[in-house]
């Protein structure tokens, strides 16, 4: 039917350009941190007042995840609208800024809205695709289109003035806003709310009538009910109920481990880190300054790397994806360690390790950085799954923003050798772990991972066999 894939188009068109508006939310900060330190628009703003404006996108990011847990009451739809509403108010108060209060106000406000848009994205997204194309938009969304965005801004921020850039930007957030209204409602929340009857048509309309589908929306349905029949005799109905219940369970707390060490991953990588503040580092590394060129090559870096990531999940499966280019990348950073200890001062060194850096940002965006996201949007079991995302939410911005701070702290210290030579050993030990915990999930549903981690077994059909389906609460 020519009209299934147009609801799936709408959705993930709809999703992607709300990740391109999240890039563009760090570039515009960029050239508007810059203009404020020079003071070119006589508002005399003091050097701790810029580092609240820096730190206000990612600091009230984890209250937006607490948001999203919306989602779970009034379905996927409603909150992109909100959230993005809020996105096009902050930059209509950034345009208008006259003071620091001004500037807090759309910051808090962006924060919020910026961290309920990135976890609905990674929420959403496996929800409106099938198993074998998941991955790939997952990455499309979570990686690809926030670098077109971050690039785009840092392009624009460059030519116009950053009240201007703030005017440009509501364009691409009027999609999140107006779009969603015309999607149809996420099959697996109807399902999960026991409307199958919606849950049915929605997901025809998403994926089709084909045999492989069929069967995957009549898994999603059989599995749904009998979780609803379990919870009726457990007195479980309740998200709260489902919650506490949870929190006594193995598998709960095996996912809550496997995020922490995804979660230190990511923070180790130093990814977020770096885009803030990829020019003084590289300026430090080079001795010369040259912001616009340092910007061009950092965004063409993580093009490269997020279009590469594209091709390598298409090809080979995620386990392999993430654990070749994860193990690289560490190689990578430990020999950048040593030629910065060994080779300090030698003026040839100094673009081998530029371009060790580059070798590592580009692998860690092809591999890792969005490969660990998509894997979030997948492990968590339904019916919690919104206040997993704000716990791993939580835990994210915690190792980011202490990593923000200790990276400066530790690069005084110990400098950047150091402490290169310590993310890879954190990589390194969360590589590990998750190696051991982590099933593949490619190509397969949402359903049969959920049953994985429950009980150990991919087969949902065995998993709703009588001695196992107390073990899918």
């Not at 003035?161 to 364009?171: G, Q």
């Not at 025809?204 to 599995?223: A, D, T």
Request: hydrophobic share 50%; with cysteine.
């Amino acid at each position: 039917s020519c009209i299934e894939p147009v609801f799936q188009a709408l959705m993930l068109g709809s999703l992607s350009s709300i990740a391109v508006s999240n890039g563009f939310l760090f570039a515009q900060t960029t050239g508007m941190l810059k203009s404020l330190q020079r003071n070119d628009d006589g508002l005399n703003l003091t050097e701790s007042d810029i580092l609240w404006i820096t730190s206000g996108l990612t600091m009230y990011g984890f209250l937006g995840f607490g948001l999203a847990t919306l989602s779970d009451r009034v379905g996927r739809r409603w909150p992109l609208m909100i959230s993005s509403v809020a996105i096009v108010v902050q930059w209509i108060i950034l345009y208008k800024a006259q003071n620091i209060y001004h500037f807090m106000l759309s910051r808090i406000i962006a924060g919020i809205a910026f961290g309920a848009r990135f976890c609905l994205n990674i929420l959403v997204t496996p929800e409106y695709t099938s198993p074998k194309t998941r991955v790939f938009f997952l990455n499309i969304i979570t990686s690809v289109s926030p670098a077109i965005g971050t690039g785009l801004g840092h392009y624009l921020g460059n030519i116009f003035h950053w009240r201007t850039v703030a005017l440009i930007s509501i364009f691409p957030t009027l999609f999140g806003v107006i779009v969603p209204y015309f999607c149809v409602e996420s099959p697996h929340w109807l399902a999960s709310r026991g409307r199958f009857q919606e849950c049915e048509e929605s997901f025809r309309k998403i994926h089709g009538n084909s045999l492989k589908s069929e069967s995957e929306l009549q898994h999603l349905i059989k599995m749904e009910k009998c979780k609803l029949r379990q919870a009726e005799i457990t007195n479980t109905r309740t998200s709260k109920a489902k919650l506490c219940l949870a929190l006594k369970k193995k598998y709960f707390w095996n996912l809550i481990l496997l995020s922490f060490f995804m979660s230190s991953y990511i923070a180790a990588t130093g990814r977020v880190a770096f885009a803030i503040l990829a020019t003084n580092i590289l300026e430090d590394m080079t001795g010369t300054p040259n912001i616009v060129l340092y910007n061009v090559l950092v965004d063409i870096f993580i093009l490269v790397g997020t279009s590469l990531s594209c091709v390598l999940v298409r090809k080979m499966t995620i386990r392999n994806v993430l654990f070749s280019t994860g193990f690289m990348g560490n190689a990578v950073l430990v020999i950048l360690s040593a030629c910065l200890h060994f080779g300090a001062g030698v003026e040839n060194l100094r673009w081998v390790n530029v371009s060790l850096l580059a070798v590592y940002f580009i692998l860690m965006e092809a591999g890792p950085s969005p490969v660990l996201e998509a894997l979030l949007g997948e492990i968590f079991p339904l019916e919690i799954k919104v206040y997993c995302m704000f716990l791993v939410g939580v835990m994210i911005s915690a190792f980011v923003s202490s990593a923000l701070i200790v990276f400066s702290i530790l690069a005084k210290a110990i400098g950047y050798s150091g402490t290169f030579l310590l993310n890879a050993v954190i990589m390194s030990t969360s590589l590990v772990f998750i190696k051991f915990k982590l099933p593949e999930t490619k190509g397969r549903t949402l359903q049969e991972i959920e049953a994985f981690f429950k009980t150990n077994i991919f087969d949902i059909d065995e998993a709703l066999n009588d001695e196992k389906k107390n073990m899918l609460l």
